[in-house]
């Protein structure tokens, strides 16, 4: 089956530091791959994508590239602020008989200080 | 922007109870989906609909049910709510190309008592 695994959070940042969230996957087809963001209070929001092996997404300043030969998608960030504290969630989505489902990771909470 | 609208931000029900929970997108997305969102947990899938009147059950859907009569609105159903239904649902659409993303509404977290 298709599976995401992200690392456990909370994760807590000093403002301007680098921000790496791993995220890796297993996948039965060939997945498009996905980085949410959920503020507190709110939904979940499109952070960024990569469709095909080697893309990379970016927004924000967050990146991420799509590593095939590491079933991979690490998110990045140069220098975080304050207001980037949110969770995180990597996603897939492999299509297939009419389906299109996103498959989460379980969230990674960062927490950004002054 | 696509718009992604849950009638409500907090219910409390009663055990027993029929629950409605409602979702209107604006952008004539052809997918729907209800999630359940819980700590540690993340992110389940309930309940999706690729067309009008299709529905197909997600990861978890005992104790749900989901309606889709109209392109716009999917309505999510506990027909007998329970405590361990209390929980942040979430619904999203999306268009129906492979690599269309979902957008999402703010969510309504319900609380059965």
């Known amino acids: 089956g298709n599976s995401v695994t992200q690392m456990e959070g909370p994760v807590t940042l000093s403002e301007e530091a680098f921000l790496t969230i791993n995220c890796t996957y297993t996948?039965?087809?060939?997945?498009?791959l996905f980085w949410y963001v959920q503020y507190p209070g709110e939904g979940l929001q499109l952070l960024l994508k990569a469709t095909k092996a080697d893309d990379k997404g970016s927004n924000k300043g967050f990146e991420a590239t799509y590593r095939k030969e590491t079933t991979s998608f690490h998110l990045e960030k140069g220098s975080v602020q304050v207001s980037d504290s949110a969770v995180y969630f990597c996603a897939l989505m492999v299509s297939g008989a009419g389906s299109y489902q996103l498959t989460f990771g379980k969230g990674t909470k960062l927490s950004v200080i002054p | 922007d696509v718009k992604v609208t849950q009638s409500s931000r907090y219910l409390v029900k009663r055990t027993g109870e029929k629950v409605f929970l409602e979702c209107v997108q604006d952008?004539?997305?052809?997918?729907m989906f209800w999630y359940r969102q819980d700590p540690g947990l993340g992110l389940r899938l309930i309940y999706f609909?690729?067309?009008?009147?299709?529905?197909e059950k997600g990861d978890i859907p005992e104790g749900y049910s989901v309606s889709r009569e109209k392109k716009e609105r999917f309505s999510l159903i506990l027909e007998s709510a329970s405590t361990n239904q209390t929980s942040m649902y979430l619904c999203?659409?999306?268009?129906?190309?492979?690599?269309?993303?979902?957008?999402f509404g703010n969510g309504t977290r319900l609380t059965v008592t």
């Open positions: 999203a659409s999306s268009f129906s190309g492979t690599r269309s993303p979902l957008h």
């Open positions: 952008m004539d997305h052809e997918n």
């Open positions: 996948a039965t087809g060939y997945p498009s």
């Open positions: 609909s690729y067309d009008v009147k299709m529905k």
